[in-house]
């Protein structure tokens, strides 16, 4: 109840603070911005290999208060770190920033989406990526992917896809490490096996290879692991699509999971 | 035959155990007797515990090493080797190594303890704050005792841990995360005493293991993060009386207080003593290491060295006094505490046998100290760093410029974490080697602002790690004399493991990943591992009962025991 009642008397006092301070907070939130949120976040809350926030609505933040909680304690699960404890000014310059971007400017990716969506099919992209439910899973979901990523990162990810593989956000397999990161190894016998990590300890390497299947290594059973850092699995559509398609497949993904 | 560690000292007490046990079976068979003939054994079953657990002296803790059945202090002696004089689980056998017993903690949280053995019990501590007995042969409680810890209890600065246990004459000593010292009855658990060390609504905290030595207990405190004023408090043994108390940071007009400016800075400096040291009784020298001035990463509040944060104090234990002391690195602005476990050996350096002391710090640096008198002998980066160009020829640090954190971000190695930290080293006297597992990875540190409000975060600043395939760790074998690298066998990702060594010549460790391996102490190279399913956060030890030496570590929630 006394959580509740100082949510109430913070919601309360926060708009003739933000009234009188207004212009200052956006700015010193700014820099504070800069420094600790661009990396994922993007120039400007324009997103990147984290979600956008120059959206009118925040799927996760609300409200103010959720905001601030979500700064404050970070979301372990989806990758969005504690960065560090801020003070109470600079979460209120923080969370007075992130607004001015939600109600300044709107993320609207080049493109027809439609369109898109056509050309999403005709690629055949369905084959290794699932959809609501629909598609191969040898590479990431999509269903909510534009809630998730900024334009630029899914930009990036249909012409460079190995620029910039996805961190993984869960325990498993381990915070920060990269997903879909392609390995190549060779048993003592000559047998090859070439396909994505799944998880990694000192001893072991789990692997699903391009046809789905699952192979359990132990290292010093192989001649060579090689963790094949800078590829993908996923090929590049720099040469296979106009600038306007590329567009338009990068609009269609940037909505999907809710419309901006 | 084939335990030659464990033959030689399966003495008397092992005996009179297995007797103990053999009664205990006689009850369970007798089924439903008399109550008479049921209250006449429990009466001779009370007694022949009673003879079994013999207290342990101070006189037994000043020579835990040559007890290697039980593990009496923290780090296993008073020179914090972490290293078992038994050799039953050796290089040559370590394969066939298979699990004996395990056991679930009763709440969910993180275990980073050392488990105490004493004559066929374990004390083990469970997080936040709970001790409990339990029978080294099967793995089943005897006792437990959790205190009752306040909901709004303040822990910033570490997650609320408990690292363990002391044990003198019938007393078990824990600290808890409400900033109190209890002492148990070791054979029932039933508090004996239980005091304040520092105020919780001030952020006081406690999660090290006590040090017991002659009639008194030694605690330091957590608390930087909140600007706490470190102390280390002697406490009478039997009462729990404080004996003294020694400020980590010196009052106006105390030597060392010119090292904060001219503000208010040094009332809310840290200087945390978070964890357990080391003691030479020849010296009559208690060693306590301090850990990272407040706020964090802003020393705008602070200017100047910031005595004695990140520092080793020489203390006399019978009054407190300070005789000398080292401080690894001044000024600090990354959070590097300097609370990491301290090694007491023995070495010859030009020609002369020299008392020392050594520490791989947080800091990067591995340190060696001659510890009678705090002379800095050598030091060497044991991790990768790119703070300093070395050390000078008294140890302090050349800082290279432009790694102070900024509102930007600026990238440093080691990382916010440290390339060590709580978790312990090894000492082993058969190899005179220093195993220690490091931590490779870098931060981003970010500056910020800090006010100072009681019992709420007082950092300025923070970081962002750089993780994931950008990072690594490895388990060391330094040369304890120089520093310099014997082998390492690399782990996956930076972890927080300690590492034990035996007499065996195997060096036990384990991996975030969960794997618990055994190393050759030589070599490196690795012999034996499991995979326990659990990032290995506890710190392993050793014991041995009935003739058989088992390992003890805890994973996830679980402490696994094995035996072969």
Same mark, same amino acid.
């Given at each position: 109840?006394?959580?509740?009642?100082?949510?109430?008397?913070?919601?309360?006092?926060?708009?003739?603070?933000?009234?009188?301070?207004?212009?200052?907070?956006?700015?010193?939130?700014?820099?504070?911005?800069?420094?600790?949120?661009?990396?994922?976040?993007?120039?400007?809350?324009?997103?990147?290999?984290?979600?956008?926030?120059?959206?009118?609505?925040?799927?996760?933040?609300?409200?103010?208060?959720?905001?601030?909680?979500?700064?404050?304690?970070?979301?372990?699960?989806?990758?969005?770190?504690?960065?560090?404890?801020?003070?109470?000014?600079?979460?209120?310059?923080?969370?007075?920033?992130?607004?001015?971007?939600?109600?300044?400017?709107?993320?609207?990716?080049?493109?027809?989406?439609?369109?898109?969506?056509?050309?999403?099919?005709?690629?055949?992209?369905?084959?290794?990526?699932?959809?609501?439910?629909?598609?191969?899973?040898?590479?990431?979901?999509?269903?909510?992917?534009?809630?998730?990523?900024?334009?630029?990162?899914?930009?990036?990810?249909?012409?460079?896809?190995?620029?910039?593989?996805?961190?993984?956000?869960?325990?498993?397999?381990?915070?920060?490490?990269?997903?879909?990161?392609?390995?190549?190894?060779?048993?003592?016998?000559?047998?090859?096996?070439?396909?994505?990590?799944?998880?990694?300890?000192?001893?072991?390497?789990?692997?699903?290879?391009?046809?789905?299947?699952?192979?359990?290594?132990?290292?010093?059973?192989?001649?060579?692991?090689?963790?094949?850092?800078?590829?993908?699995?996923?090929?590049?559509?720099?040469?296979?699509?106009?600038?306007?398609?590329?567009?338009?497949?990068?609009?269609?993904?940037?909505?999907?999971?809710?419309?901006? | 035959?084939?335990?030659?560690?464990?033959?030689?000292?399966?003495?008397?007490?092992?005996?009179?155990?297995?007797?103990?046990?053999?009664?205990?079976?006689?009850?369970?068979?007798?089924?439903?007797?008399?109550?008479?003939?049921?209250?006449?054994?429990?009466?001779?079953?009370?007694?022949?515990?009673?003879?079994?657990?013999?207290?342990?002296?101070?006189?037994?803790?000043?020579?835990?090493?040559?007890?290697?059945?039980?593990?009496?202090?923290?780090?296993?002696?008073?020179?914090?080797?972490?290293?078992?004089?038994?050799?039953?689980?050796?290089?040559?056998?370590?394969?066939?190594?298979?699990?004996?017993?395990?056991?679930? %903690?009763?709440?969910?949280? &993180?275990?980073?303890? *050392? /488990?105490? !053995?004493?004559? +066929? $019990?374990?004390? =083990?501590?469970?997080?936040?704050?709970?001790?409990?007995?339990?029978?080294?042969?099967?793995?089943?409680?005897?006792?437990?005792?959790?205190?009752? %810890?306040?909901?709004?209890? &303040?822990?910033?600065? *570490? /997650?609320? !841990?408990?690292? +363990? $246990?002391?044990? =003198?004459?019938?007393?078990?000593?824990?600290?808890?995360?409400?900033?109190?010292?209890?002492?148990?009855?070791?054979?029932?658990?039933?508090?004996?005493?239980?005091?304040?060390?520092?105020?919780?609504?001030?952020?006081?905290?406690?999660?090290?293991?006590?040090?017991?030595?002659?009639?008194?207990?030694?605690?330091?405190?957590?608390?930087?993060?909140?600007?706490?004023?470190?102390?280390?408090?002697?406490?009478?043994?039997?009462?729990?009386?404080?004996?003294?108390?020694?400020?980590?940071?010196?009052?106006?007009?105390?030597?060392?207080?010119?090292?904060?400016?001219?503000?208010?800075?040094?009332?809310?400096?840290?200087?945390?003593?978070?964890?357990?040291?080391?003691?030479?009784?020849?010296?009559?020298?208690?060693?306590?290491?301090?850990?990272?001035?407040?706020?964090?990463?802003?020393?705008?509040?602070?200017?100047?060295?910031?005595?004695?944060?990140?520092?080793?104090?020489?203390?006399?234990?019978?009054?407190?006094?300070?005789?000398?002391?080292?401080?690894?690195?001044?000024?600090?602005?990354?959070?590097?505490?300097?609370?990491?476990?301290?090694?007491?050996?023995?070495?010859?350096?030009?020609?002369?046998?020299?008392?020392?002391?050594?520490?791989?710090?947080?800091?990067?640096?591995?340190?060696?100290?001659?510890?009678?008198?705090?002379?800095?002998?050598?030091?060497?980066?044991?991790?990768?760093?790119?703070?300093?160009?070395?050390?000078?020829?008294?140890?302090?640090?050349?800082?290279?410029?432009?790694?102070?954190?900024?509102?930007?971000?600026?990238?440093?190695?080691?990382?916010?974490?440290?390339?060590?930290?709580?978790?312990?080293?090894?000492?082993?006297?058969?190899?005179?080697?220093?195993?220690?597992?490091?931590?490779?990875?870098?931060?981003?540190?970010?500056?910020?602002?800090?006010?100072?409000?009681?019992?709420?975060?007082?950092?300025?600043?923070?970081?962002?790690?750089?993780?994931?395939?950008?990072?690594?760790?490895?388990?060391?074998?330094?040369?304890?004399?120089?520093?310099?690298?014997?082998?390492?066998?690399?782990?996956?990702?930076?972890?927080?493991?300690?590492?034990?060594?035996?007499?065996?010549?195997?060096?036990?460790?384990?991996?975030?990943?969960?794997?618990?391996?055994?190393?050759?102490?030589?070599?490196?190279?690795?012999?034996?591992?499991?995979?326990?399913?659990?990032?290995?956060?506890?710190?392993?030890?050793?014991?041995?009962?009935?003739?058989?030496?088992?390992?003890?570590?805890?994973?996830?929630?679980?402490?696994?025991?094995?035996?072969?």
């Amino acid at each position: 109840m006394r959580v509740v009642l100082l949510g109430l008397a913070l919601a309360t006092a926060m708009p003739a603070l933000a009234a009188a301070q207004g212009a200052n907070d956006v700015a010193e939130g700014k820099k504070l911005f800069t420094g600790l949120c661009v990396t994922c976040h993007g120039f400007d809350g324009a997103g990147g290999a984290g979600p956008p926030l120059n959206r009118p609505r925040l799927l996760s933040a609300p409200d103010d208060a959720s905001l601030r909680n979500i700064i404050a304690e970070g979301i372990p699960n989806r990758g969005m770190p504690r960065v560090r404890r801020v003070t109470d000014d600079e979460m209120r310059q923080l969370v007075a920033y992130v607004r001015s971007i939600g109600k300044s400017a709107r993320a609207v990716a080049r493109g027809d989406a439609a369109r898109g969506g056509q050309l999403y099919a005709k690629l055949g992209c369905v084959s290794c990526h699932i959809i609501s439910g629909n598609g191969g899973s040898l590479g990431p979901e999509l269903t909510n992917i534009g809630w998730i990523r900024g334009a630029d990162y899914l930009r990036q990810a249909v012409l460079e896809p190995a620029a910039r593989l996805p961190q993984g956000n869960l325990p498993i397999p381990a915070r920060g490490y990269n997903e879909y990161l392609p390995v190549t190894v060779v048993l003592r016998d000559g047998a090859e096996v070439r396909g994505i990590r799944l998880n990694e300890d000192v001893f072991t390497i789990q692997i699903r290879d391009t046809t789905g299947k699952f192979h359990s290594v132990r290292k010093s059973d192989a001649a060579v692991v090689r963790k094949e850092t800078g590829s993908s699995l996923m090929p590049s559509y720099a040469n296979r699509l106009a600038a306007g398609e590329i567009d338009d497949l990068v609009a269609y993904l940037s909505r999907l999971g809710g419309a901006l | 035959m084939s335990r030659p560690g464990i033959r030689d000292s399966l003495g008397a007490e092992a005996l009179r155990a297995k007797g103990t046990r053999d009664s205990a079976r006689g009850i369970r068979d007798s089924g439903f007797g008399t109550r008479k003939a049921i209250t006449t054994i429990v009466v001779l079953l009370c007694a022949l515990v009673t003879s079994v657990r013999a207290q342990v002296s101070y006189a037994r803790l000043l020579k835990a090493e040559s007890d290697p059945q039980n593990w009496l202090t923290y780090a296993g002696s008073y020179k914090s080797h972490r290293y078992s004089g038994l050799d039953q689980i050796n290089r040559r056998n370590v394969s066939s190594l298979k699990l004996a017993w395990a056991y679930q %903690i009763q709440r969910a949280g &993180i275990i980073e303890t *050392s /488990p105490l !053995v004493v004559d +066929g $019990v374990m004390y =083990l501590s469970e997080p936040p704050s709970t001790v409990t007995a339990l029978d080294v042969r099967s793995g089943r409680p005897l006792w437990t005792y959790s205190p009752n %810890i306040p909901p709004d209890v &303040i822990v910033i600065g *570490s /997650p609320p !841990v408990n690292r +363990g $246990v002391a044990i =003198l004459d019938d007393l078990v000593y824990v600290g808890t995360v409400h900033g109190h010292l209890i002492a148990l009855d070791s054979k029932s658990g039933t508090v004996r005493w239980d005091i304040v060390v520092g105020d919780n609504k001030q952020g006081y905290y406690l999660t090290l293991a006590p040090l017991a030595l002659d009639g008194k207990v030694v605690v330091g405190v957590s608390g930087a993060e909140t600007g706490i004023r470190g102390f280390v408090d002697a406490y009478d043994a039997k009462i729990g009386k404080l004996a003294w108390r020694t400020y980590t940071i010196p009052a106006p007009g105390e030597p060392g207080f010119e090292t904060w400016g001219k503000g208010s800075g040094w009332q809310t400096g840290g200087g945390s003593t978070w964890l357990t040291g080391s003691f030479d009784p020849e010296l009559n020298l208690l060693y306590w290491a301090t850990g990272n001035p407040a706020p964090d990463w802003n020393a705008d509040n602070r200017p100047g060295d910031n005595l004695y944060t990140d520092a080793v104090l020489a203390i006399d234990p019978s009054n407190g006094k300070i005789k000398w002391h080292f401080q690894f690195t001044p000024e600090d602005v990354h959070d590097w505490d300097s609370n990491e476990t301290m090694v007491l050996f023995e070495a010859q350096i030009g020609g002369r046998e020299r008392k020392l002391l050594a520490q791989a710090n947080r800091n990067g640096f591995y340190y060696v100290l001659d510890r009678a008198t705090g002379e800095f002998v050598t030091g060497a980066p044991y991790a990768k760093q790119t703070w300093a160009d070395g050390l000078d020829a008294k140890g302090r640090p050349i800082r290279k410029k432009g790694i102070a954190p900024s509102l930007e971000g600026t990238l440093v190695f080691p990382n916010i974490q440290g390339a060590s930290n709580w978790f312990s080293p090894s000492y082993s006297p058969q190899t005179k080697l220093f195993y220690q597992a490091a931590r490779e990875m870098g931060t981003i540190y970010y500056k910020g602002a800090a006010v100072y409000k009681p019992g709420t975060a007082f950092t300025g600043g923070g970081g962002r790690y750089v993780n994931g395939d950008d990072a690594s760790g490895a388990i060391r074998a330094l040369d304890a004399t120089t520093g310099k690298m014997k082998w390492e066998f690399p782990l996956l990702s930076p972890g927080w493991t300690s590492v034990l060594s035996t007499a065996g010549g195997l060096v036990f460790g384990g991996s975030e990943e969960g794997n618990f391996f055994a190393l050759d102490a030589e070599t490196g190279k690795p012999l034996w591992d499991t995979q326990i399913g659990g990032a290995v956060r506890g710190i392993p030890m050793s014991y041995g009962v009935d003739g058989k030496q088992y390992v003890a570590i805890a994973a996830g929630f679980t402490l696994f025991v094995f035996a072969l």
